[in-house]
């Protein structure tokens, strides 16, 4: 599947997950708010995996980035809302090893497609609504071209293929909305992101002696701390 597949599925992925809560019979009914929104911040990751590979102990873990992106939001009632949100982050793949303990950096860009439902202690009248959030999506782990090259050189101690990973993420968090000026607001976001890790087009474990492979599990957390500028269009 190519990379602009992969960005369609996921972009009606999203689309077909906002438009099945807005016909909800009772989402239908009080759909009402609607507002537009462009944010900042970061993306941030601390996990790190350790393994044996031949006589050399390997690290590999994701650096800290910068992230930005757009959200379409809608109450659904007093409390209720849903929004969708397309995001693009860095968050480049550093590999070290005993042997070789310069860090070596993969750029690697994530597009990330959510929807979320979320739930505001405070009515949509009030000028300050703090609330909660969870929802599902995809994210796009791509490499780039350098990285590309680079791995083609030597990955992890062979030259090595890396191609685009595709994982479904979900997320949590919780954020402010505040509403100083009629038609335009600020809000503050932190989510974490939890995927599977992406492998790039390699196995976990060998597929034959000596082929390349990448042998990390576990769940990728990418903890999103963001401020956003909002637009009211109705008001």
Not at 64 to 80: A, E, I, L, P, Y
Not at 188 to 205: I, N, V
């Amino acid at each position: 599947m190519t990379q602009r597949s992969v960005f369609y599925l996921s972009l009606a992925f999203v689309v077909a997950l906002s438009i099945t809560l807005a016909l909800t019979p009772e989402a239908s009914a009080q759909v009402s708010n609607p507002r537009l929104s462009v944010f900042a911040g970061a993306s941030l990751l601390g996990s790190e995996n350790t393994f044996v590979l031949g006589n050399d102990v390997t690290r590999t873990g994701f650096n800290n980035g910068g992230k930005f992106g757009f959200r379409g939001t809608v109450d659904f009632g007093t409390h209720w809302a849903g929004e969708v949100m397309y995001a693009f982050e860095t968050n480049n793949m550093r590999i070290s090893s005993a042997l070789r303990p310069q860090e070596r950096d993969f750029g690697v860009h994530v597009h990330q497609f959510t929807g979320n439902a979320m739930y505001f202690l405070t009515s949509r009248e009030s000028s300050f609504r703090p609330f909660g959030t969870v929802g599902i999506g995809l994210s796009r782990f791509n490499v780039t071209t350098d990285a590309i090259t680079m791995a083609g050189q030597s990955f992890l101690n062979q030259p090595t293929v890396l191609t685009g990973d595709t994982k479904i993420a979900l997320n949590a968090g919780v954020g402010v909305e505040a509403k100083p000026w009629t038609k335009y607001g600020l809000r503050f976001d932190l989510r974490d992101y939890m995927s599977g890790t992406p492998h790039f087009g390699l196995p976990e474990a060998p597929a034959s002696p000596g082929a390349p492979f990448f042998p990390v599990s576990g769940v990728l957390h990418r903890v999103e701390v963001s401020g956003s500028f909002v637009w009211y269009p109705g008001q």
